[in-house]
């Protein structure tokens, strides 16, 4: 089974400052990481996932992601935020060996913008 | 390509009463998952198709709760005499076949239960 943790359920930040949203996992298998946004009144939209390779994957609308397997850690990053950042963004993994088990999220974390 | 369609968008019953939500995934897509999201929780997964085969139903919250694909196109999911502990969000992703592909989420079912 696995398990994520966000460990801010909220993060104030002002404009065009840079902003770090944590996020750790536990698993006893390996497993695929991702992050979702959740615009008010939209769907989940995917912002970038890690499969393999380079640890540092950049996404949409200027956020990164840097996996650290040791320290079970995926934290997202932005240099600078903008107004319409302001959202709910979710960490999730799911396990290597298929998809049949969906996604499993962490309780999210609302970014809030001030001017 | 319209998206995940989900309807209806809101539901409002009564607690005993029978439920049915229906989701339209992203036509070519033959992956089809149920998710719930209840306040300030992330979504927790509930079931998952590949075509019309129900790969994973152990998650299903309780045997009240029961899913269909019946011709590997839209879906449903249906909830047996609801309780105020099912009010929630309801939503519906869909994928191509290789699993590690994008999940595109729908807009959600509100469901309050009265």
């Known amino acids: 089974a696995q398990s994520v943790t966000q460990l801010d359920s909220q993060v104030p930040v002002f404009e065009e400052a840079p902003v770090e949203l944590r996020c750790n996992y536990s698993s006893s298998v390996s497993v695929y990481l991702f992050w979702y946004v959740q615009y008010p009144n939209q769907g989940l939209q995917l912002l970038l996932k890690?499969?393999?390779?380079?640890?540092l994957v950049k996404g949409i609308n200027g956020f990164e992601a840097e996996f650290n397997k040791s320290q079970t850690s995926f934290h997202l990053r932005k240099p600078s935020v903008h107004i319409s950042d302001t959202a709910e963004y979710f960490c999730?993994?799911?396990?290597?060996?298929?998809?049949?088990?969906?996604?499993?999220f962490g309780k999210g974390t609302h970014l809030i913008i001030q001017p | 390509d319209t998206g995940v369609s989900q309807d209806p968008r809101h539901k409002i019953t009564k607690r005993g009463q029978n439920v049915t939500f229906r989701c339209d995934p992203i036509s070519e897509h033959n992956r089809l998952y149920w998710y719930r999201q209840t306040l300030g929780q992330g979504p927790e997964f509930l079931t998952y198709?590949?075509?019309?085969?129900?790969?994973?139903k152990s998650r299903l919250l309780s045997d009240r709760f029961s899913a269909e694909r019946p011709k590997g196109s839209f879906s449903t999911l249906e909830i047996q005499r609801t309780e105020q502990g099912d009010s929630a969000m309801y939503l519906c992703?869909?994928?191509?076949?290789?699993?590690?592909?994008?999940?595109?989420f729908g807009p959600g079912t509100r469901l309050t239960v009265l």
């Open positions: 999730a993994v799911t396990p290597l060996r298929g998809g049949a088990d969906g996604l499993t």
């Open positions: 992703a869909s994928s191509l076949r290789d699993p590690f592909n994008e999940q595109f």
């Open positions: 890690y499969l393999s390779g380079s640890t």
């Open positions: 198709f590949q075509n019309e085969a129900q790969l994973e």
